[in-house]
């Protein structure tokens, strides 16, 4: 199949993106990656009335650091994090994840702001970057506003874009050099959308051993008392993590039980695995 015709716009800056999306009617989508949205053109899943592609807007694409953050355009690539022309928040912890993204296809094209926004439960990005805490940075012509990343997934493929919205930055915590990250994603072969995502941070200088199940029907199951379900000499405490796992909906036994190994393997690679050194994200 082939996709519904519809009006395109190649805005040249932010504004002019912003000015697209506030002047629109009907259907509105925004293009960057593609990587999601051209299939769902192409089946038809989507027939939108005007496409407004930002993949060429130089603001989207800047990455700041600031005294205690990352700041990253909403069109930095998955393989700008897995080359290292964009620098990591701590020792190959964005890298790492960026490099198990689906194939190297998609990750020269795929944008994380476009994952944020699209919002898959399965996708890396939105499971790595609520384990790390992220804040969302969008913008309309009335202004901008920030969102935790909590708050910005209100849901499997929704957010809190409201019409005439677009998200523009993520904001990302740097971590302390005795923070370890742990990722483990189940998927039948590589490249293939998880069945299972386990992310953990542990960062003992800020305080911090949080933990996160992706890749459920549902916004990630954040554990912020990851300290209190793991323990170095017994593991996870997997009868407590299945009972969290059925009330946020996962209710196969099955499913459960790949959820909580996913978990117990980041788990044990964030708590057991030596303090790195912090590579600079200068």
């Known amino acids: 199949m082939k996709a519904a015709r519809f009006e395109l716009f190649r805005p040249r800056d932010l504004s002019e993106a912003l000015d697209h999306l506030a002047g629109a009617t009907g259907l509105v989508k925004v293009l960057a990656g593609g990587q999601s949205l051209g299939p769902m053109l192409n089946l038809r899943l989507v027939e939108p009335d005007a496409l407004v592609d930002i993949a060429g807007i130089p603001e989207l694409r800047r990455i700041d650091r600031e005294a205690d953050a990352l700041v990253v355009g909403a069109c930095v690539t998955h393989a700008?994090?897995?080359?290292?022309?964009?620098?990591?928040?701590?020792?190959?912890?964005?890298?790492?994840?960026?490099?198990?993204?689906?194939?190297?296809?998609?990750?020269?094209?795929?944008?994380?702001?476009?994952?944020?926004?699209?919002?898959?439960?399965?996708?890396?990005w939105v499971s790595t970057l609520s384990a790390l805490g992220a804040e969302i940075e969008i913008a309309s012509r009335a202004g901008r506003r920030r969102l935790a990343i909590g708050a910005f997934l209100t849901?499997?493929?929704?957010?809190?874009?409201?019409?005439?919205?677009?998200?523009?930055?993520?904001?990302?915590?740097?971590?302390?050099?005795?923070?370890?990250?742990?990722?483990?994603?189940?998927?039948?072969?590589?490249?293939?959308?998880?069945?299972?995502?386990?992310?953990?941070?542990?960062?003992p200088e800020r305080g911090i051993a949080r933990a996160v199940a992706g890749a459920?029907?549902?916004?990630?199951?954040?554990?912020?008392?990851?300290?209190?379900?793991?323990?170095?000499?017994?593991?996870?405490?997997?009868?407590?993590?299945g009972r969290r796992l059925a009330a946020a909906g996962v209710e196969d036994?099955?499913?459960?039980?790949?959820?909580?190994?996913?978990?117990?393997?980041?788990?044990?690679?964030?708590?057991?695995?030596?303090?790195?050194?912090l590579r600079s994200a200068a």
Do not use: C, W
């Open 216 to 241: 459920i029907d549902a916004p990630p199951l954040v554990f912020e008392d990851a300290a209190d379900l793991y323990d170095r000499s017994t593991g996870l405490d997997r009868e407590e993590t």
């Open 80 to 124: 700008d994090f897995e080359d290292g022309r964009a620098p990591d928040v701590g020792t190959d912890m964005m890298a790492r994840v960026a490099a198990g993204i689906a194939y190297r296809a998609v990750r020269n094209r795929g944008t994380i702001g476009g994952s944020l926004a699209h919002a898959d439960p399965a996708a890396d």
């Open 155 to 203: 849901g499997a493929l929704s957010t809190a874009l409201q019409p005439g919205e677009l998200l523009v930055s993520v904001r990302i915590p740097l971590v302390s050099g005795a923070a370890r990250f742990g990722y483990v994603k189940h998927a039948r072969k590589i490249g293939e959308f998880a069945h299972a995502i386990g992310a953990a941070l542990v960062d």
């Open 253 to 277: 036994m099955v499913d459960r039980h790949i959820h909580v190994e996913a978990l117990a393997r980041a788990l044990a690679q964030a708590f057991d695995a030596p303090a790195p050194t």
